[in-house]
């Protein structure tokens, strides 16, 4: 018998680690594009699954962008049924109309209709096929728009998607991992023109900084990157905890937060803590930045009887005497 090509087993090994200890019941679901990334993860898990007796579908979404976006689904979900995914389903979703720049409107519409799939099916998972090449482009981005550790751990390995976990079983998978096992397999990703397309930083990023960065640094440049991802990842998970016990020993018992109580943390926990209530307050996480959370922080540790600071969502905080809290409708 021919030994198992080396990229196949590494990305069945992957998934197989990833499905272990999941609950029982429903099918998991694996978020397929077509590309060679989720390709390649959508052959790995149609492998795994049924021998942990697993059912696996997989939902391929026609954001309708593109022309022939809709034969390409097909195509996808045709290959699907064919190789025992049930169910193998095509999702069209509307792009327009949405807020923030086409690319976080296309991808809301496909979590959001990743979301809805799950939830019907009673999916114990969602599979998208992010690798480490993806994971140590969002490393540069973040590092190069001066993100703070949140930032910096990158993606994580699960997260919840409105109740369903979400999990990226390929974070430590090389892109040419994923490409080598879609053709020992006979398998023909789709390359999607927006992966090249230049006016996407993150495209530039995949085709001339990554690169360049391989040929001066050497190849070990992307698992490094990825790694840094995991060790930030780490430590936020154990500053994030810190935070949660501060914020709650700083509240107020009339609401808001005391001030002294805030004045004596750490500025890395002050800052989480801050955040966290900015986002309990109402304030969206995404559109929160550096800039917020340091003008609350002024509030604690700048204190010159400024005014209130204001917050995305139309979220206000004003300091009163030793105290933080929201001011108008909230
Ligand atoms: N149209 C889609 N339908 C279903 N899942 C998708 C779709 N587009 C992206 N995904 C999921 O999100 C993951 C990340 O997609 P993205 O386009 O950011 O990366 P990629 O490296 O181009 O991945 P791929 O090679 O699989 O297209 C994909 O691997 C896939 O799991």
Do not use: K
Not at 89 to 113: D, I, K, N
Not at 167 to 191: D, H, K, N, Y
Not at 242 to 251: E, G, K, S, W
């Amino acid at each position: 018998m021919a030994a198992l090509a080396p990229p196949v087993a590494a990305i069945r090994v992957a998934v197989r680690r990833a499905l272990t200890g999941l609950p029982s019941g429903g099918p998991v679901l694996v978020a397929c594009s077509g590309g060679a990334d989720s390709l390649a993860l959508a052959a790995a898990t149609a492998f795994v699954a049924p021998r942990l007796g697993r059912v696996v579908g997989l939902v391929t979404v026609d954001h309708g962008l593109q022309a022939g976006s809709a034969q390409r689904a097909e195509a996808v979900a045709a290959w699907a049924r064919e190789a025992g995914f049930t169910p193998a389903t095509v999702v069209r979703v509307e792009v327009a109309g949405r807020p923030g720049g086409p690319e976080a409107a296309a991808r809301e519409a496909r979590y959001q209709a990743l979301t809805e799939v799950a939830g019907q099916l009673g999916a114990v998972a969602v599979l998208t096929g992010h690798t480490r090449d993806d994971q140590a482009e969002t490393v540069l981005l973040a590092l190069a728009r001066g993100a703070g550790p949140r930032g910096l751990a990158g993606m994580p390995a699960r997260r919840e998607l409105s109740g369903v976990p979400l999990l990226r079983p390929l974070l430590e998978i090389g892109r040419e991992q994923t490409r080598a096992a879609c053709e020992v397999l006979g398998l023909s990703p789709w390359q999607d023109p927006h992966n090249t397309d230049p006016s996407y930083a993150r495209s530039r990023v995949r085709a001339d900084v990554l690169p360049a960065l391989v040929r001066a640094l050497g190849p070990g440049v992307l698992d490094n990157l990825a790694r840094t991802a995991r060790l930030v990842a780490a430590d936020n998970a154990a500053l994030d905890e810190v935070a949660q016990a501060a914020l709650a020993a700083a509240r107020h018992p009339g609401g808001g937060l005391r001030v002294p109580e805030l004045v004596g943390l750490a500025p890395a926990v002050r800052g989480r803590v801050l955040h966290a209530w900015a986002r309990e307050l109402g304030a969206p996480p995404g559109a929160l930045s550096y800039r917020h959370v340091a003008a609350l922080d002024a509030l604690v540790t700048g204190w010159h009887g400024q005014g209130p600071t204001d917050l995305p969502g139309g979220v206000r905080v004003l300091r009163r005497a030793d105290r933080l809290a929201p001011v108008g409708p909230t």
